[in-house]
């Protein structure tokens, strides 16, 4: 279709852009590096934007396919190519890397470069992660993504920053290296560490199910799914703003996004033989963290137990292999990229005036900041999912599809529809509504040219996909259908 | 009785080794002041002299107790290499502390020569020899600040420890002469596979050769020497002890086991097994209660060692070698990634020590990140590369290894490597968190000499890059393997 290696260009224009940013030096740089920082990521989302202009929706088969020889002595390639479900997060993860480059603007004082620099590098190599279609390419962008964010976590987080950043580490490092032993295996099989061969290597049900778990526990602490979550609330709290966005709109991303590109092609049978445990798993935590997310007296701890139950919708509706519930999902994580990222942004914009993340320090600040106010209602709104936002589409065609499969399944799942609007416009009504709680909210000010652009470009994107879907769904069908026919169809016959 | 003029061609390098350091001995005693610059010469003639003789095919000759291949001269390049360095990065270092006598290149020499040999044995008598030269050296070296207590304690103990894994191999080696009447590998290797040694005497040697070569590589049960030796030795030469005595140690396990008793896999694969699983746990989990950083490298060096017999033990499955290549070039990739790895960890030690302050515990590498935002970046590249995170080596020197052990169907070994690395990650991590999470306490700036800054520069950034491009030193080891082991 074309010759300009757009993936490379989106992998590795962050990545030697934050190299440059880097070379800028000490702090009293700064500036000079905020400005290469914020080219390089307008420019890393620039080569992203042909990916979707070019992209072919009638093909399921992966598109903009680079190869090239990595490692030979163990047929390793640098094999690149997206297909409608990776296509997306390649664009949202460029454009949320200009979101936090600007986030940090002002915000970020010390070891500007080197926090810049951070945040580039993970952006590539996070689209490293959505791009590569080689087993051993995959897993070394995935870990090596863990790098960047355990520093930015410990470097410019709060004050259990440390804890927080190895607890962070630990825990997806443990499940990557289960994933590698999976790798290997599959290497042992099949020769090769392609991952669409692997689609069609025949392989036993015990081999199967244990390869099924490797994944699980991998990409399970990544998405986190319930009960290995419990570092995502640490990691969101100690991080900085800029940390918390990419983890939230990107990183949880990877985990989920492993489901659909490892476990689902490549392990059917397990991957159907098991779905009703991770379905009870997403269960509990859409349910069980929703009402954990209502007790919280943190702001950002609430967005972090949030984020937990919505990503339990997402591996739901993988998991429940119907064409509403996988895109449904898919769009929600879409969606959720977008969302959290705002709530992070909004609860960073108050942090920044207030220096307390404690819903209990706040209240009546729709008093002085009344443009903010307008921001944080509708993104509050799309989190709980209200028709014409973002949040609502991906939730509610997740919801369709779960009736579809099992009626009471869908109804626990709706269940979050009532949750999500409880803690989050609880939370809402409690730091923005009632009267000005002290001295300091009285004295706040509201937003400035930059926030307000920020918050406005988030605004604009949760709008139009909550209200124009189709560019995100049109992409997706080909390759949706064509993986839920491989699941169907499974590697076993017959099947166990 | 007809005397034959031997062939000194494949022998070249060792021959120039063995006059230069006749030479350096003359030079501690006229010209104190070029041994330094006489060590490196030699090592670069050395260097040179290996690559002129490169080639793919084996040749024998001083009657067949010495080789000359492509593994010996892979291993012998990454020696003068790994030894260069460590003379370059230990010398600032020894010179603060009066230490900068030339005595202690003469010694780093005649133990390179040991070395050599070793790497080039192929008979047990000339192996012990290389091996003692080595060692006796190494002794002396661990010992040369007969001032300190803790320097000759250390050699001390290194010496009645080392002197007693030398017995075990001797008597290891005795008994495989006893049971097949030959000294020569591969004349050892055709009787055992033949069936006609006495297999009970064999097995008795096998275990005492297992244990002498467990020792010298420092893996468990036979690692008490290790932190004990690592952190009394002066830092220059632990540098020397950590980096590529560990070659010839490969060299020595690889020679002996795979090389001359290959028939036998079966027996001591289980004992490494054994030695591999230990070192792994106990490496690791007492790597985290360490406050030295010798220590901590020196427990977290007997974890390396275990995973790097992870290949060593997983080349012969069923009585089959298909996969040996493969495993065995594993290991050696491990080995040598080790060992750069190991070269930068204590040359960000000396680095960090200045005359009168020694950079010794954990601590001292708080707030790296402010006093010098380069080196700490390099030092979070060899701690994430030793905790096998990708892009650095160490992650393709780990991911090789386990190929191996998956590939052979030790599939709980492969589980118990991946859990221990994820503890080892821990105190890799912890000295990233001091770099960059903490604040300095001491402000001092960095006084190493500009060479040394330079190569320390290029041995991280070698980390890096061939952590990225790791092809080219992947096949050659497996090649290297290919016309060694399986042929020879």
């Known amino acids: 279709m074309t010759d300009i290696p757009f993936l490379s260009l989106a992998i590795w224009i962050p990545i030697l852009g934050g190299l440059l940013v880097l070379a800028t030096g000490p702090d009293r740089n700064a500036q000079m590096a905020r400005t290469v920082a914020l080219l390089a990521a307008i420019f890393g989302f620039a080569v992203t934007i042909p990916l979707y202009i070019r992209f072919d929706a009638a093909s399921a088969a992966m598109q903009f396919k680079e190869l090239a020889p990595w490692i030979a002595h163990f047929n390793i390639n640098y094999a690149l190519g997206i297909d409608g479900i990776s296509l997306w997060f390649i664009l949202l993860n460029a454009f949320i890397t200009i979101v936090v480059v600007i986030a940090g603007w002002r915000i970020i004082q010390s070891r500007v470069a080197q926090y810049m620099a951070a945040f580039l590098i993970m952006s590539g190599l996070m689209n490293g992660i959505f791009a590569a279609l080689d087993g051993v390419l995959f897993y070394v962008f995935f870990e090596a993504s863990l790098i960047p964010l355990y520093l930015i976590i410990g470097v410019w987080g709060g004050p259990n920053r440390v804890h927080a950043a190895i607890k962070f580490f630990l825990f997806t490092l443990a499940g990557s290296l289960l994933m590698l032993l999976a790798l290997l295996y599959l290497y042992n099989v099949s020769h090769s560490f392609d991952i669409l061969a692997w689609r069609h290597t025949g392989l036993g049900m015990t081999a199967q199910s244990l390869i099924f778990f490797a994944f699980l526990v991998a990409f399970g602490v990544k998405v986190p799914m319930w009960p290995v979550h419990t570092w995502l609330p640490d990691a969101h709290v100690e991080a900085p703003t800029g940390g918390s966005v990419v983890l939230a709109a990107i990183a949880l991303k990877l985990g989920a996004y492993g489901f659909v590109r490892f476990s689902l092609p490549i392990v059917p049978d397990a991957a159907v033989a098991w779905a009703p445990l991770i379905i009870a798993l997403s269960l509990i935590a859409v349910i069980y963290i929703g009402f954990v997310a209502l007790a919280q007296t943190d702001m950002k701890k609430l967005v972090a137990y949030s984020s937990i139950s919505h990503m339990g919708f997402v591996t739901l509706g993988f998991f429940m292999r119907n064409q509403l519930g996988l895109e449904g999902a898919l769009i929600q994580m879409i969606s959720h990229g977008f969302v959290s990222a705002a709530m992070f942004l909004c609860i960073g914009v108050l942090y920044d005036r207030m220096h307390s993340r404690q819903i209990a320090d706040y209240g ?40 579809q499969y099992n009626f009471w399944i869908g109804l626990l ?30 004295g706040l000010a509201d937003i400035s040219a930059r926030e307000f652009l920020l918050l406005a470009l988030l605004a604009a994107c949760v709008l139009a996909m909550g209200l124009y879907p189709f560019p995100f769904t049109e992409v997706m069908h080909a390759s949706v259908d064509q993986l839920l026919e491989h699941v169907a169809a499974g590697k076993l016959t017959p099947r166990p | 009785m007809n005397f034959v003029a031997p062939e000194l061609y494949p022998a070249t390098a060792e021959i120039l080794v063995a006059l230069m350091a006749l030479a350096l001995m003359l030079a501690t005693a006229f010209a104190r002041t070029l041994a330094y610059a006489l060590a490196q010469i030699t090592l670069a003639a050395a260097a040179f002299a290996t690559l002129l003789t490169l080639g793919a095919d084996v040749n024998h000759t001083f009657s067949g107790t010495f080789v000359h291949d492509l593994l010996g001269s892979l291993l012998k390049l990454a020696v003068y290499l790994a030894m260069a360095i460590a003379l370059l990065y230990g010398r600032a270092w020894l010179a603060a502390r009066r230490l900068d006598r030339p005595e202690y290149y003469l010694l780093a020499i005649l133990m390179t020569l040991g070395m050599m040999v070793m790497i080039d044995a192929n008979h047990l008598l000339t192996l012990y020899i290389g091996l003692e030269m080595m060692s006796l050296s190494l002794y002396a070296l661990v010992a040369f600040d007969r001032d300190a ?23 290891g080696m005795s008994m495989v002469y006893g049971a097949t009447g030959a000294l020569e590998l591969p004349v050892i290797a055709r009787a055992v596979s033949n069936q006609s040694a006495s297999e009970p005497v064999l097995l008795l040697g096998l275990v005492f050769l297992v244990a002498g070569v467990s020792f010298k590589l420092g893996v468990a049960p036979f690692h008490m020497w290790v932190p004990d030796v690592y952190q009394g030795a002066p830092t220059a030469v632990t540098l020397i002890l950590a980096t590529a005595p560990k070659l010839a140690a490969l060299a020595l396990a690889v020679r002996l086991l795979p090389g001359g008793l290959s028939a036998l896999a079966a027996h001591w694969q289980t004992m490494l097994m054994l030695a591999a699983a230990a070192s792994l746990i106990l490496g690791n989990l007492a790597a985290l209660a360490q406050h030295n950083i010798k220590r901590m490298l020196a427990y977290s060096g007997i974890s390396h060692m275990g995973f790097m017999l992870l290949g060593l033990l997983s080349g012969v499955v069923e009585g089959k070698n298909g996969l040996a290549i493969d495993a065995y070039g594993g290991a050696l990739f491990y080995a040598i990634a080790y060992v750069l790895m190991s070269l930068a960890a204590f040359g960000m030690v000396i680095l960090l020590s200045r005359a009168g302050f020694e950079a010794e515990n954990i601590e001292d590498f708080k707030g790296l990140n402010r006093r010098s935002p380069w ?34 169907g030790h599939y709980w070994l492969a589980a118990l ?72």
């Open chain 1, 364 to 403: 009546g600040v729709v008093n002085t900041m009344p443009k903010f106010a307008a921001f944080f209602m509708l993104f509050a709104m799309a989190n709980a999912g209200l028709p014409a936002t973002s949040g609502f589409v991906g939730e509610f065609t997740v919801i369709l599809g779960a009736v």
């Open chain 1, 413 to 442: 799942a709706a269940t979050t529809l009532v949750l999500g609007a409880a803690y989050t416009l609880w939370m809402y009504k409690r730091v923005v509504f009632g009267a000005v709680a002290s001295e300091q909210v009285a």
């Open chain 2, 149 to 171: 207590a803790r320097s000759t304690e250390a050699g001390m103990k290194y010496f009645v420890l080392g002197a007693l894994a030398s017995g075990l191999l001797l008597y």
């Open chain 2, 375 to 408: 080196f700490a970046v390099l030092m979070l590249f060899v701690m994430f590369s030793m905790a096998g995170v990708p892009f650095f080596i160490g992650f393709f020197a780990k991911f090789a290894v386990l190929q191996s052990v998956v590939a052979a």
């Open chain 2, 417 to 488: 490597a991946v859990v221990m690395s994820v503890i080892g990650a821990f105190y890799y991590l912890r000295v990233v968190k001091l770099m960059y999470f903490d604040d300095p306490v001491d402000n001092a700036p960095l006084q190493a000499p500009a060479g040394v800054q330079v190569i320390l520069s290029l041995n991280g950034l070698a980390i890096a890059a061939l952590g990225l491009a790791p092809e080219v030193l992947l096949a050659l080891c497996a090649q290297a393997m290919r016309t060694s082991v399986i042929t020879g």
